[in-house]
């Protein structure tokens, strides 16, 4: 997946990627992770997601970004959600991966 162009202006999304893909590293390499070790978004990247989400979702709002650039972002910051999610439960149930 490209890195969404939008990442680069809000919060601290490129260190929440990074961290969690160390995260995300470790358990694929064998390694434990411990749950309150996992990463979670700012909340400055919480609230412009949630933000494209409300203006994609009506498409009479105006946002200083063009559609496929709010769509990469929202699609970038699912998939880290969605892997944030992912690890949390695999290190909480302490299943192999």
Not at 13 to 37: E, I, P, T
Request: proline letters at 5%.
């Amino acid at each position: 997946m490209p890195w969404p162009a939008l990442a680069n202006n809000v919060g601290d999304f490129a260190l929440y990627d990074s961290l969690l893909a160390g995260c995300a590293d470790r358990v694929v390499r064998g390694g434990l992770l411990d749950v309150s070790k996992i990463p979670v978004p700012d909340a400055e990247t919480v609230a412009y997601t949630s933000e494209l989400r409300a203006k994609s979702n009506n498409p009479l709002a105006s946002i200083d970004a063009t559609t496929s650039h709010r769509e990469d972002a929202i699609e970038g910051f699912g998939g880290l959600d969605h892997g944030q999610g992912a690890l949390s439960r695999r290190s909480r149930q302490g299943d192999d991966w």
